[in-house]
C-alpha cells in the first residue's frame, strides 16, 4: 500500500471540514428536537443530549392542526406522484423511444421551463381555483405540485426509459410480443428503479414545497403551510421539533435516491 | 414510398402538453391579465403603481437582489470544492457524497428552522461563543435593528441548504473532463491551481452556466428561510407577494410582484445566455 502523501491527506481534511458543514446544524436541530421543553429554554445550551426524552416532539405532534397536516402532506405527495408519473412518464418513454417530428422542440419547452419560476404561478392559479371551487383542498396543491415536478419527471423518466437498449425491446417484438407487452415485460421491470427514485423525488419535492401550499390552502393546510402560518407566534420547541420533522424524510429519501443522484440531475441539467 | 405517419409519440405527449397548457401556460397569461386589468376587465397600471408606492417594495427589490449577489459567488466556492473533493476519490467518496448532496431534499422552511436554532439569542451560536469564551453574553443576532446580521443569517442558511444542487451539476460535468488531459497538465508541471483555472474552469463552462441560471432563479424565490429567520424583520419580492395575497387579500398586487418575479427571471436567464456562451459558440 502507498504511503499517504500530504496532498492527501489535506484532501480528506478538507472533505471532513464540508461534511461536517453540513452534518453539524442537522446534528444541533436534532439535540434540540429531543430535549425536554424546560432544557430548550436553557442557556447556555447542551451540545450533546443529556437527557433525551420524546416531550417537545410529542408536544410538536399533539398541538392542534399538526397531525391533520401530516395527513393532508402525505396525501397531496402521493397524488402529487401518480399525476406527474401517468402524465410525463409517456412523455418522456416518446422522447426516449420515437423520431418525430416537433420532438427537439418539445424537449427544449420542457427544459426552458426551469427558466419560469413555477411557484409564483400558484396565485393566478387560486383566483382560478376559486372560481372553480378548488380552492382550499388537497387536490388544488397536488395539481399544483404536479405543474412543479412534470418537466422534471417527464426528463427523468426519458433519460431512465433511454437507458434500456432499445434492442431488447424490438427483440422482445420479433419473438411475438406486442409494442405494449414489450414495454411490459422488459422495458418496465429494467426501469423501475429508475422509475422508483425519480418517483421518491417527486414526493420530496412535494412534501418541501411551501410556497404554493400556503397560497393554495385556508383551512386546510399541509404541514410546512401550516408550520410555515403559526411560525413566528409559535413557542421554541414547536418551531424545534417542527423543524426536526420537516427535515426527516429529506434524509431518509436521500438515502434511497443516493445512486440516482445523478440519473436524476447529470443528464436533466443538459 | 410514402410511410404512414405515426401518430404514437403525438398520444403519449398529448397529456402532458395540455396539463403544461393548463397548469403552466394559462396561469402565466393570468398572472399578467391579473396584475394589468381593474375590476371593470379595463387594461390599467394602478396595481403596479400600488405595488411600486408601497413602503417595502424597495426593500424587497433590494433585499432580493443584495441576497442572490451575496450568496451565489459563495456557493460557487462551496460548491466547486465540494465538486473537485468528491472528484478526487478520497476514501469514503460515496459516504462524502451522500452528505454533501442530503440538503438537496431538504425544504426552506426546515433550513431556515434549522439555523434561526443556531442564531437565536439562546441558540447554539451564541452557546458555543460563550463556551470557547469569545462573548460574555449572548449576542442578538436576529434584532430587527441590525438588518446587517439578519441578511447575514440568511446567506448562510441559503448557502447552507441550496450549494448541494450547484455541487451535483459541477460532480456531473467533472466526470465528463477526461483524465489524460489533467494527467497531461500535471505531466507538464501545472499545479493544483493551474489544472483548476487552466482546464477544469473553461471545461466546466457549460455545467456552471447551467447551475447559475438554475440558482438565480431560485434565488428570486427566496421566501421560507426569510420568513423563519426574519420574521418581520426583513422582505423579499416572493415574501411580499404571499403577504399581499393572503394577509391584504389583493391578489391583483400579489399577481403585480408574480409578474415582477417572472420578468426579472426571464431577464437573468436571458442575461446570462449572452454573456456566457460556451467556448464553440464563442469561437464560431
Redesign the interface.
Known sequence: MRRWSW??VW??V??VL??L???V??Y??AV?AFSPRDVI?????P?FPTQVSLETMLFFIRSSGVLDSVRRSIVVALLTLAVSM???A??G???A??V?P??DT?RIA?VS????????????????FINLGLYDSVISVA??H??LA??FT?LVTSSVFASVPVDLEEAAMTLGCS?LGAFWRISLPLTLPGLAAAAI?TF?LS?????AA??LTLRNRTL?AH??SV??ESP?PF??A??FF??V???I???FI?RY??NL???V?? | MTRKMNWEPYLLLLPSFFYLIFFFGWPMLQAFSLALRGEDGGWTLAHIQRMVNDTFFREAVITTIALIVAILPIQFLVALAMALVVNARPRGAGLFLYFYAVPLAISDLAAGIVWFAIFTQRGYLNTILQAIGLIEKPIIFLNYQKPLWVLMAIVIAEVWRATAIIMVILVAGLQSIPNDYLEAAEIFGAGLFERVTQIILPLLRPSLQVALILRTILAFQAFAVVVALAGQGATVLAKEAYKWYTDIRNPHVAAAYAGLIMVLSIATTVFYLRTLRTPEEVSL
Open positions: 496532498s492527501r484532501l480528506h478538507l472533505a464540508l461534511a458543514w453540513v452534518i446544524p442537522i444541533l436541530i434540540a429554554y436553557k442557556y447556555p445550551k451540545l401517468a402524465v410525463g409517456p412523455a418513454y416518446a422522447l423511444r420515437y418525430f416537433g420532438r418539445f420542457i421551463t426551469r427558466a419560469f419560476p413555477i411557484v409564483i404561478l400558484s396565485i393566478p392559479l387560486a383566483v382560478s395539481l399544483m404536479t405543474a412534470l418537466p417527464i409494442r423525488f420530496v412534501w418541501n414545497e411551501v410556497f400556503a397560497i410546512p408550520v410555515l411560525l413566528n421554541l418551531r424545534f417542527g423543524g420537516l427535515l424524510p429529506a434524509l429519501f436521500m438515502l443516493r443522484l445523478f440531475w447529470g443528464r441539467v443538459r
